[in-house]
T-cell receptor, first 113, second 114 residues
Framework: GQNIDQPTEMTATEGAIVQINCTYQTSGFNGLFWYQQHAGEAPTFLSYNVLDGLEEKGRFSSFLSRSKGYSYLLLKELQMKDSASYLCAVSMNYGGATNKLIFGTGTLLAVQP | EAQVTQNPRYLITVTGKKLTVTCSQNMNHEYMSWYRQDPGLGLRQIYYSMNVEVTDKGDVPEGYKVSRKEKRNFPLILESPSPNQTSLYFC?????????????FGQGTRLTVV
């Protein structure tokens, strides 16, 4: 089966660094996405990892360890506008031409002044 | 501007009254899908489409229908809505489902069935 776990909620302070973890158990792993979703809005793409290691994109970085089934999203220099849900999503291949995107339940991050 | 457009954004309806939520994308994407998002359950796929006239069930297809007569449009049909279909719905599109193909989401449709 497939399972994706991430913390339900986190709180951090403006200007600080926060790390949001995601662990997964899937077969046919084909990459991991992070999306940001503000309340009542559409998810928007943040990052994609398919190889082990760290991908850096401005204030956001994402790390993947395939052997451990583990990823994290690192947010630096937190701003109030970073308050949102962060969704971990794993792309899985079932053996055909189609990959399937499985979402975790999301981590609600509250940034405080 | 590249976008996925859903309509309506908000809808309140009564049990059993057929409704359609429209979805249109202007990026010439082949792959489109519908999700519902419920508290504590995350995004769950309802139906997806690999191309025109090619559709298949996702994880929670019961009570829903879709069609893909044109590449840009992928409407979600609820023939006889029930209160357990009250949810936030998202349409998404992508070039395909290969590696590093990000999904673009519509603005969402908040449906309430009373």
């Amino acid at each position: 089966g497939q399972n994706i776990d991430q913390p339900t909620e986190m709180t951090a302070t403006e200007g600080a660094i926060v790390q949001i973890n995601c662990t997964y158990q899937t077969s046919g792993f084909n990459g991991l996405f992070w999306y940001q979703q503000h309340a009542g809005e559409a998810p928007t793409f943040l990052s994609y990892n398919v190889l082990d290691g760290l991908e850096e994109k401005g204030r956001f970085s994402s790390f993947l360890s395939r052997s451990k089934g583990y990823s994290y999203l690192l947010l630096k220099e937190l701003q109030m506008k970073d308050s949102a849900s962060y969704l971990c999503a794993v792309s899985m291949n079932y053996g055909g031409a189609t990959n399937k995107l499985i979402f975790g339940t999301g981590t609600l991050l509250a940034v405080q002044p | 501007e590249a976008q996925v457009t859903q309509n309506p954004r908000y809808l309140i309806t009564v049990t059993g009254k057929k409704l359609t939520v429209t979805c249109s994308q202007n990026m010439n994407h082949e792959y489109m899908s519908w999700y519902r998002q419920d508290p504590g359950l995350g995004l769950r796929q309802i139906y997806y489409s690999m191309n025109v006239e090619v559709t298949d069930k996702g994880d929670v297809p019961e009570g829903y229908k879709v069609s893909r007569k044109e590449k840009r449009n992928f409407p979600l049909i609820l023939e006889s809505p029930s209160p357990n279909q009250t949810s936030l719905y998202f349409c998404a599109s992508s070039y395909g489902t290969g590696m590093n193909t990000e999904a673009f989401f519509g603005q969402g449709t908040r449906l309430t069935v009373v």
